[in-house]
């Protein structure tokens, strides 16, 4: 810990905020930690990403079998302990419109960036009453949109490679359902069969998924968005990867952390699908309902691994809302093999 704070006393000398005031900010489920910079030329944060804190991250070429050896990262295609990733990723989307925070000043090498300081009105927060929950979720909903018009490729965006949310990943994070929240919630480890049964399923219900087309922030809901004047930014977006538009529309209204006002999600969830056309309309209800259920499945297992080996206990105040998130998801069409598995093996997220 001395050697990171000298490390970060020596980066910021060399930049414009050296001598300022710093305070932490509360620490989140990540590895990262943050510090607003008081004293600076413009609102500043001290951004801290400890290279060595977690596994690799995966290498664009990487087959299946190395990104499992390589760990949890690589699988599930996570910036990990990169700092090229916000950088790249935090770019590419303020060229597109998005409000994602300027970077002033960075050491890759040592993880430490001063980034622009958005403010603290979370959307979280300020969207306190249904009017003011109506009106940020509507400009929340916009960034959706321009990502999608937008679309997106795979490839290198600087020094970061943009990848696609292919299914080795999606299957990596659905794992985590029964690797972590099934002996959390029922005490015991499943019946022999039941992992590979469980794998079987999402493999079939994984490859009615569409094209990969679109930026995926992997973690829009309302404790990563901050409300700007009359638009909104995004933070916490350094693990994007090329996939459906969906994704992003499910994290924002089955939100883990809070209930959105009565008949808000499914009005939001109607107006996006009807700017569609017919045809892309059918491909993202489909792509909904699955990728809904799969992020799910994976906050559920995350959750309760933060729980049991990370000793954070307040995420089981989490759980109950989103199990029931996950119950809606698997009466959907498309998840027929993961529910029929679910009810043989793990009732209590069928039955409620």
Known sequence: MADRQALANAFLEETDWA???RTALPAD???????RLRGGPSPALLMNAPPAEESAACPPDATPEERAALGYNAEARLAGPSLSAFMDVARWLRERGVHAPEVFAADREHGFAVIEDMGDRLLAVEAADPAAERAHYARSIKVLHALRDTGAEPGPIGAWTLQTYDETAL??????????YVPYATGEALLDGADEAYENAWREVLSQLGPCDTLVLRDFHAENILVLGEGVGVIDFQD???????YDLASLIEDARRDLAPGHAQALYQGYVERLSKGDRERFETDYAILAAQRNAKILGIFARLQVRDGKPRYGAFVPRVRAHFQTDLARAPLAPVRAWAERYLPEVVRG
């Open 240 to 246: 994007a990867l090329v996939g459906s538009a969906a």
């Open 171 to 180: 299957l990596a994070e659905a794992r985590l359902l029964p690797e972590w």
């Open 19 to 21: 001598g300022c005031e």
């Open 29 to 35: 489920a990540s590895t990262r930690s943050y510090a």
